[in-house]
């Protein structure tokens, strides 16, 4: 749970700078958005990765 917490943290400081340097005039619309998207599909597959993880580790707790 902690690793989520921490996945969702960082999601959130990133979509912070994405939306800040498009505002800056550094991005466009477009790229923000697809910043934006690009960004949720890597946390999702972080938290897919960890779910993974934390069912393999059950797994193991409860065979032992």
């Known amino acids: 749970e902690e690793a989520r917490i921490s996945v969702r943290k960082e999601r959130e400081k990133t979509q912070d700078e994405i939306r800040n340097l498009e505002k800056s005039g550094g ?3 477009d790229e923000k958005f697809r ?5 949720q599909k890597l946390v999702d597959e972080a938290n897919k990765n960890l ?14």
């Open 27 to 29: 991005m466009g619309e």
């Open 35 to 39: 910043s934006l998207d690009e960004l």
């Open 51 to 64: 779910e993974n993880l934390f069912n393999k580790k059950e797994a193991e707790v409860t065979t032992v």
